[in-house]
T-cell receptor, first 116, second 110 residues
């Protein structure tokens, strides 16, 4: 059971380039999330999705775009990467909003992005 | 003021000791509370939920103090494998919005 996988795990890019981080889950969870984690900050929500074709902005969505054409995939795109987007990005999924309310998020291993 | 605050530590604790740390939250309307554990360079994983009456899971005890707006995590008989960062998470209302603390780093020493 692969669970939730992210790719690439590590990425170095340059300012202004477009970058896409992939997230794939095998559980058929309805809810998927993208977070970023920076030193001294808690996880901050970028985008979330309640189902295929339904997405909504989180706390720090500027400069990011998501799509969810299939339940199992939730790619995150940085349209024009900036140095401030250097971070660790975590994708997560949850069975339902009730499960989310109980705190049961399941995370991928993270994607470490460096923008030079 | 941050919505969820934690002492970043690190807490350096000898193996076998008891350690406790707190997390404060700013929104008195917060509905639910959790502790996650995150190992170095790994993803967070749910450790336990925090219930109003307090709850225990083996060596771990979680408490909620709504009047003072904090939750706590107590670890008894600490093991080397308990070394990790412990993240406090608060659900502000009934939707998906989880607010994460920056974490408390715990180091258990032999």
């Amino acid at each position: 059971d692969a669970g939730i996988t992210q790719s690439p795990r590590y990425k170095i890019t340059e300012t202004g380039r477009q970058v896409t981080l992939m997230c794939h889950q095998t559980w058929s969870h309805s809810y998927m999330f993208w977070y970023r984690q920076d030193l001294g900050h808690g996880l901050r929500l970028i985008y979330y999705s309640a189902a295929a074709d339904i997405t909504d902005k989180g706390e720090v969505s500027d400069g990011y775009v998501v799509s969810r054409s299939k339940t199992e995939n939730f790619p995150l795109t940085l349209e024009s990467a900036t140095r401030s987007q250097t971070s660790v990005y975590f994708c997560a999924s949850s069975e339902s909003v009730r499960r989310t309310n109980t705190g049961e998020l399941f995370f991928g291993e993270g994607s470490r992005l460096t923008v030079l | 003021r941050k919505e969820v605050e934690q002492d970043p530590g690190p807490f350096n604790v000898p193996e076998g000791a008891t350690v406790a740390f707190n997390c404060t939250y700013s929104n008195s309307a917060s509905q639910s509370f959790f502790w996650y554990r995150q190992d170095c360079r790994k993803e967070p994983k749910l450790l336990m939920s925090v219930y109003s009456s307090g709850n225990e899971d083996g060596r771990f005890t979680a408490q909620l103090n709504r009047a003072s707006q904090y939750i706590s995590l107590l670890i008894r008989d600490s093991k080397l494998s308990d070394s990790a960062t412990y993240l406090c998470v608060v659900n502000m209302d009934s939707n998906y919005q989880l607010i994460w603390g920056a974490g408390t780093k715990l180091i258990i020493k032999p």
